[in-house]
């Protein structure tokens, strides 16, 4: 079974620092480009970022370029997203998805999302 | 980036009737490369439809999509009482990959 777990929300104060994590398994997970997507509270979805198969290649939402920072580490079907000088609309669930084949942009599996908060 | 405008905002319906939600593109939408996602609160969305008309994996005949171009739809011949829910449309055709503001399905 496919299953993505995401970790690391929780609150922060504006300016500072989080880093998720997405672990992935039930897929070969080194062959598939990821994605983070964010949702904030009553919003609709927002695509933050996706990496590359082998994490050599990142693109990024115009809205988090510069601040955030997506990474993988396939020997540990591992996903990070390091955010930095958050803002407080970077308020959202974060989730990390996984196209339904290889080479596709649209999701077919995603996390449950963790919860950021930017408040003082 | 290509702006995705869903309407209605609301749709207020009952059990059995026929949904038709839409999903407009600022610009034209390259192999009608479109899906749409099934969202309940305090969950993840589900994929439900793929290429503007594909059907996702284990997803009921009932649910339809169609278009091209500028222009998407996606019917729910039957509404069941497990379709009440809020509805996305996403374009892969071009960076960035953007959504829609979503539709919700509402019991009337």
């Known amino acids: 079974e496919v299953q993505l777990l995401e970790s690391g929300g929780g609150l922060v104060q504006p300016g500072g620092s989080l880093r998720l994590s997405c672990a992935a398994s039930g897929f070969t997970f080194s062959s598939y480009a990821m994605n983070w997507v964010r949702q904030a509270p009553g919003k609709g979805l927002e695509w933050v970022s996706s990496i590359t198969n082998s994490g050599g290649n990142t693109y990024y939402a115009d809205s988090v370029k510069g601040r955030f920072t997506f990474s993988r580490d396939n020997s540990k079907n591992t996903l990070y997203l390091q955010m930095n000088s958050l803002r407080a609309e970077d308020t959202a669930v974060y989730y990390c998805?996984?196209?339904?084949?290889?080479?596709?942009?649209?999701?077919?599996?995603w996390g449950q999302g963790t919860l950021v908060t930017v408040s003082s | 980036e290509i702006v995705l405008t869903q309407s209605p905002a609301t749709l207020s319906m009952s059990p059995g009737e026929r949904a038709t939600l839409s999903c407009g593109a600022s610009q034209s939408v390259s192999s009608s490369y479109l899906a749409w996602y099934q969202q309940k609160p305090g969950l993840a969305p589900r994929l439900l439809i793929y290429?503007?008309?594909s059907r996702a994996t284990g997803i009921p005949d009932r649910f339809s999509g169609s278009g091209s171009g500028t222009d998407f739809t996606l019917t729910i011949s039957r509404l069941e009482p497990e379709d009440f829910a809020v509805y996305y449309c996403?374009?892969?055709?071009?960076?960035?990959?953007?959504f829609g503001q979503g539709t919700k399905v509402e019991i009337k």
């Open positions: 290429d503007a008309s």
């Open positions: 996403q374009q892969y055709g071009s960076s960035p990959r953007t």
């Open positions: 998805a996984k196209p339904a084949a290889i080479g596709k942009f649209y999701f077919d599996c």
